[in-house]
């Protein structure tokens, strides 16, 4: 079935470095992609959104990249702090009804 | 804006008793609302999606009569698990939309079943 993954289960990375979240979708059909935080026994937070039709987009120290030709989407952290260790999805909508496909996530350790 | 709540955030009950999560739009109509059920360490699974004012539609696998879903304004729906047992204890969460069908999330409800 349709199915949307992540490279990378874990990631640590040292307070102030770039931080790079990977994720692979197999839906040739989605066209909004969107980026969910989640912290230890939160519900899921908003961060960064990008459309089919775009291929980059730039919120407050995050950008995702969207690579229609092979199916990736990455979300990248400038300067990561140790408020942004939390897992993150990766989620798509195929458009036909609004229902998000959520991936596996990937937990982000910000070392301090 | 745009704020989801969950009541309540936490509960513990017996095996084979039924209890209800309450998911509420705070600040906008949602003409739409999602429940998810998330295991620990897992991703979000989409348990249905409900319409105000008609029944939910349920994803493969899901037990309609298990999982009874009411959505009957259009800022409060809710999800009472039928019967439950330690397998349905997992961390609950509802996800509200409106005209924008931008999903919106609530904190989530951590239910514990003994």
């Known amino acids: 079935g349709e199915s949307v993954g992540l490279h990378l289960p874990t990631l640590s990375v040292q307070e102030g470095d770039n931080s790079i979240i990977n994720c692979a979708y197999s839906?040739?059909?989605?066209?909004?992609f969107i980026w969910y935080k989640q912290e230890s026994g939160k519900g899921p937070q908003f961060i960064i959104d990008i459309r089919s039709n775009m291929d980059k987009r730039q919120g407050q120290r995050v950008t995702v990249l969207l690579n229609k030709t092979v199916k990736h989407l990455s979300l990248q952290i400038a300067a990561t702090q140790p408020g942004d260790s939390a897992v993150y999805f990766c989620?798509?909508?195929?458009?036909?009804?609004?229902?998000?496909?959520f991936g596996k996530g990937t937990l982000l350790t910000v070392n301090p | 804006g745009a704020v989801v709540s969950q009541h309540p955030s936490w509960v513990i009950c017996k095996s084979g008793t039924s209890v209800k999560i309450e998911c509420r739009s705070l600040d906008f109509q949602a003409t739409t609302m999602f429940w998810y059920r998330q295991f620990p360490k897992q991703s979000l699974m989409l348990m249905a999606t409900s319409n105000e004012g008609s029944k939910a539609t349920y994803e493969q696998g899901v037990e309609k009569d298990k999982f009874l879903i009411n959505h009957a304004s259009l800022t409060l729906s809710t999800l009472t698990v039928t019967s439950a047992h330690p397998e349905d204890s997992s961390f609950y969460i509802c996800?509200?939309?409106?005209?924008?069908?931008?999903?919106?999330f609530g904190p989530g409800t951590r239910l514990t079943v003994t």
């Open positions: 996800s509200a939309s409106g005209i924008v069908n931008e999903q919106y």
């Open positions: 839906n040739s059909a989605s066209d909004y």
């Open positions: 989620a798509e909508d195929g458009g036909s009804n609004y229902k998000l496909t």
